[in-house]
């Protein structure tokens, strides 16, 4: 797989990751301050498949791209998400900026390089 192709993979994985996504996160932060034990299982519940989902995006695309610096970065970003489907409370997701920002920067440089535009990755 070309570095476009894997840019656009993961532009697409990131995309699941827009304002549905952020919403429930909203919603679960807010309910953990409450101390709503119930919204927040339910919010973390909904997140779950979304990340799942997106960790075997970035994991699939890794398998299958040819730059090497590339293929580390992504499998980062799927082994990040991945975690975050392991997540019982909503302040681990702080773990999260930090676990993807090495990866995020890679591809980032690595897709501006092929001429590829990010989309979802600010």
Known sequence: MD???????????????????????????AAEQKGDEATVREALAALQPIFSSTA????DTAGKVTDPELKSALNS?????????????FAEFQSLAAATAPGEA???KKCAEAGYTLKNIE
């Open 3 to 29: 570095t476009t192709t894997a840019c656009s993979a993961a532009d697409a994985a990131y995309s699941t990751l827009g304002p549905a996504a952020q919403a429930q996160i909203a919603r679960g932060v």
């Open 56 to 59: 075997a995006t970035f994991n």
């Open 77 to 89: 970003l799927g082994d990040a998400a991945a975690s975050a489907t392991l997540f019982t409370t």
């Open 106 to 108: 890679v591809l980032k």
